[in-house]
């Protein structure tokens, strides 16, 4: 038998719950610190993050509807899926992890971080709702919801608990996200989007770009349709401050670079409160 060729992974987005190239048709090596080729991965372009933001659009308001329940189901479906790639994520990032103990140790935080955001699925709405007191013959409830489509620039570094961090506390509550993974180490955001399309969770609930947050960020910022932007993966102060100004033309809600949030408050960040008012009776 002659000698295995090695097969070199050329990686897709992640879009509607598909794999397609990039429009563009450009890709870009994936390179380990030392210089190693590991992969190819798409470019993703401005074309790109319009098909995402429309694909995330379209489900929202199916996945802001499901119950509670179920998306934690499917929130932690998608743990148990991670946990049997255990293996795979770990080669995945260890490259940029500097140890093999501790590519494990994040690995493992990401799938029980999935766990924990999948817990608070059915308890947002008691945790941060309220039966508020007027003066008068009403009931009077302050109700969550979801703020609609979140656009987000996750972490370099790390590359796989970083983007967990990023999009569970996003979706948990019926948000629909459009994330740019790690351009340099952005391998383990698409073996996660090979988690995500046989996992029960509906295409469109999350899509993963890959390349130059750089390039396709601001299309995302002043794309009228999306609602809120997470820049916690721009590293880049002047970036930022471009992104933000670009955000305010459609009022989005942002959460800038460096913002320290814990988990229950990063869900919160993405929640509008609605208050209704109902007579009661005597």
Known sequence: MSEHIEVRRTAKLFIGGAFPRSESGRTYEVKSPEGKFIA????????????????????????AGAT????????????????????????????WAKSAKKAEAEVDEAIDRWIWFAGWSDK?????????PVAGPFFNFSVPEPTGVV???????????????????????????????????PMAAVTLGEVLATSD????VINILTG????VAPWLASHMDVNAIDLSGVENEKVAAELE???????????????????LTR????????????????
């Open 40 to 63: 190819n991965a798409a470019q993703g372009s401005r074309k790109d993050a319009r098909d995402a933001v429309t694909a995330a659009r379209a489900i929202q308001p199916k996945w």
């Open 68 to 95: 509670a329940y179920n998306r934690g189901q499917i929130l932690y479906r998608i743990a148990e899926m991670m946990e049997g790639r255990r293996a795979q994520f770990i080669d995945e990032v260890s490259p």
């Open 124 to 132: 947002i709405a008691m945790v941060v709702g309220s039966s508020n």
């Open 151 to 185: 656009a987000a620039i996750a972490p370099s570094r790390p590359s796989l608990l970083g983007l967990v961090d990023t999009i569970a506390p996003i979706i948990v509550s019926g948000n629909t996200t459009v994330v740019i993974a790690s351009e340099d180490a």
């Open 201 to 204: 969770l509906p295409g469109g």
């Open 212 to 215: 130059s947050y750089a390039e």
């Open 245 to 263: 100004k670009a955000a305010a033309e459609n009022l989005k809600r942002c959460l800038r670079p460096g913002t320290e949030l814990d988990g």
């Open 267 to 282: 869900i919160k960040n993405w929640l509008e409160l609605k208050t209704v008012w109902h007579p009661r009776g005597f």
